[in-house]
């Protein structure tokens, strides 16, 4: 498609499973991005790759999270051992650069920890 | 530390009526900064970006202000309509594009 592509679009899992969330970016943009939206919050950061370079795992908020990225494709973000504050929205982002361009966003993965 | 934030968290205004949104900022080193919209359950939507080098750009409908002294950002939509009606976020970019998102305003357009 034309648009950064998430899946699934809603997810819900039991406290302690792992779930795996994925990310289709754009075709040609060399970053992609994954940002956790809390309910009636703003986006905060997690992790970005961009090309064949090391991903930047600042944002990432405990070893419980990992998110890997083939090439400049598809990406996925796992979280293991699922706890309850881990319900989210997970955005997926991708971009011509980290330096260029804007960021186009996918519709998210809806997490329900319960 | 970093933050962005948002002085209104609710915003109602009648269509046709010119809308503005404002943020604040904390980092003084930030240089670019951009608006997004999210309508409920989508992803956010890029609107208008601004870099420190300026204090005020325009697209279409929307002003961008930038105004450093006091660390204050605000969007302004001309002639608002109900399809404008969403939440917006300011994001301050850090460097590489992580973004710092403010809470968000929710602008909600009467007809």
């Not at chain 1, 370079?53 to 070893?63: I, Q, R, W």
């Not at chain 2, 980092?27 to 992803?43: C, L, M």
Request: charged content about 20%.
């Amino acid at each position: 498609g034309a648009g950064v592509s998430q899946s699934p679009s809603n997810k819900v899992t039991e406290k302690g499973k792992d779930v795996e969330l994925r990310c289709d970016p754009i075709s040609g943009h060399t970053a992609l991005y994954w940002y956790r939206q809390r309910l009636g919050q703003g986006l905060e950061f997690l992790i970005y790759f961009q090309g064949n370079s090391a991903p930047d795992k600042s944002g990432l908020p405990s070893d419980r999270f990992s998110a890997e990225r083939t090439g400049e494709s598809v990406s996925t973000l796992t979280i293991q051992r699922t706890q309850q504050e881990d319900s989210a929205v997970y955005l997926c982002a991708s971009s011509l650069g980290v330096h260029t361009g804007e960021l186009f966003f996918g519709e998210g993965s809806r997490l329900t920890v319960l | 530390g970093e933050s962005v934030g948002l002085h209104l968290p609710t915003l109602s205004v009648q269509e046709g009526d010119n809308s503005i949104i404002n943020c604040a900022y904390s980092n003084s080193a930030s240089d670019y900064f951009i608006w997004y919209k999210q309508e409920s359950g989508k992803g956010p939507q890029f609107i208008i970006d601004i870099r420190s080098n300026m204090d005020k750009r325009q697209g279409q409908r929307v002003t961008v202000l930038l105004n450093k002294t006091v660390k204050h950002l605000s969007l302004q939509i001309a002639a608002t309509q109900p399809g404008d009606s969403a939440v917006y976020f300011c994001a301050e970019n850090t460097g590489f594009q992580k973004l710092v998102f403010g809470t968000g305003t929710r602008l909600l357009v009467s007809p």
